[in-house]
C-alpha cells in the first residue's frame, strides 16, 4: 500500500512540475544539465507505460507541457525525447484510437490563434515535435536503446492527423 501511496505522491508531483517549469535551459556551464523538458518526458514515458497510470493523462500533461509559453526554442533534442516518450504512451494497447487523436484538437485549436510572422518559442517546439512524433510513428518506436522499433497502434491515423494539424502553420504546406 505505501509503494502505491508513494507512486501517486511522485506522480501528482511531476503532474504540477513538468507543465510550469520554465528554466528550459538544457546545459548551464556551472550547473551541468538542467533539461528540464528532456528529463521530464524521460519520466512521462516512464510513468506513461506503467500499468498503474492512466495513459490518457500523461498524454494530456505532454499537450500542456507543448503549448506551455515560454520563449525557450529547444536546442540540445527536448522536442525528440517529447516525443519519444509521448510514443511510448501511445502504444499501451487501452488507447484507443479517439484517445491516441483526441489530444491533437487542442493543438489544432490553439494553432488557429497563432499571430502571423515568426513563431513564438512554444509553437516551434509544439511543431518540431510534433514532427518528430510522426516520424516516430511512421518508423517506430524503441523502449530502449537495443530494442526493435514497436509500431504505434494507430500509426496511419495518428500520421494523417499529425499532417492536418500542423499543415496550416507551414508557409508553403
Known sequence: MRETSARRARLAAFSRWFPAEQDLRGHDP??????AVAHGADLLG???THAAVRPTDMIS???ERLLTRNDYVFAQQEDDRLAQAMA?????????EHQALAWLD????DFEGLPSGPLPAY??????TLRTLYLVADLGVRRSRDAAPVVLPHRDALKRRLAEVMAPVFQHA
Open 61 to 63: 500533461l505532454a499537450t
Open 46 to 48: 516512464s510513468f506513461g
Open 123 to 128: 509553437a516551434a517546439n509544439c511543431l518540431r
Open 106 to 109: 487542442t493543438v489544432e485549436n
Open 30 to 35: 556551472v550547473l551541468g544539465w538542467l533539461h
Open 88 to 96: 511510448l504512451v501511445l502504444t499501451r494497447p487501452e488507447v484507443d
